[in-house]
């Protein structure tokens, strides 16, 4: 009561708006944990243990430690008020998953891509993705611990972004920052003013 609505919500019934938000970045960035740690509801996973069939194929490098992957994806939803309820769809992070991604995008209003300054050409296809899609997108800076940190404007220009697109960093496993990562989206894609054509044909 006496918040300042806008006409343009579908809250008009008490339902809230749901918004299609992609997390994408490479292999063992942090996507399945980003989507577990912000989700209100238990993630769905499709995580699977990492076989020896997977070896040479899935790169590990520097994510030894990492001993399951996501096959298909992660989906996860938080409410951001009354009015806002962002669906999370984790994209898969290896190359042989790519036909999934333009099943993933349709109808997303905006994406996440999770970066590892460690590995950072990792976020590149992702990048690419987006930018030729004309899905608004931020690149989220995942702080590895013991990681050395980068400023957000020397990842923006390794990446070579557009200067619009906004650069944050973000510890995945904390839901405080991931929440924040996500208003920083749902702004960016407010300011972009970017709605999907493909939106206008669902149903
Ligand atoms: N220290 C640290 N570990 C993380 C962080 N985010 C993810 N991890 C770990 O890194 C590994 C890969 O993360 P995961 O979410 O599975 O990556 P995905 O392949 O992008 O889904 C897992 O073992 C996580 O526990 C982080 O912010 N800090
Ligand atoms: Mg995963």
């Not at 994408?24 to 209100?40: D, I, N, Y």
């Amino acid at each position: 009561m006496g918040s300042v609505r806008s006409e343009s919500t579908a809250d008009t019934n008490g339902i809230p708006l749901a918004v299609k938000i992609l997390v994408a970045g490479g292999f063992g960035v942090g996507k399945t944990t980003l989507v577990g740690a912000v989700s209100e509801i238990r993630p769905l996973q499709t995580e699977e243990v990492l076989t020896n069939a997977s070896i040479g194929i899935d790169d590990i490098s520097g994510v030894e430690a990492k001993s399951t992957t996501t096959v298909a994806m992660d989906f996860g939803r938080i409410s951001i008020n009354d009015e806002v309820v962002l669906y999370l769809f984790g994209t898969p992070g290896q190359d042989r998953f790519w036909f999934l991604w333009d099943e993933l995008a349709l109808g997303a209003l905006g994406a996440v891509v999770l970066a590892d300054t460690r590995r950072l050409a990792e976020c590149f296809p992702s990048v690419d993705y987006f930018e030729r899609r004309g899905t608004p997108f931020l690149v989220a800076v995942n702080c590895f611990e013991g990681q050395q940190q980068y400023s957000v404007d020397s990842v923006r220009s390794a990446i070579d972004l557009d200067t619009q697109v906004p650069v944050v960093l973000c510890d995945a496993r904390d839901r405080r920052s991931v929440k924040d990562v996500l208003i920083a989206l749902i702004e960016h894609v407010m300011s972009t003013n970017t709605i999907p054509t493909d939106l206008a044909t669902q149903g």
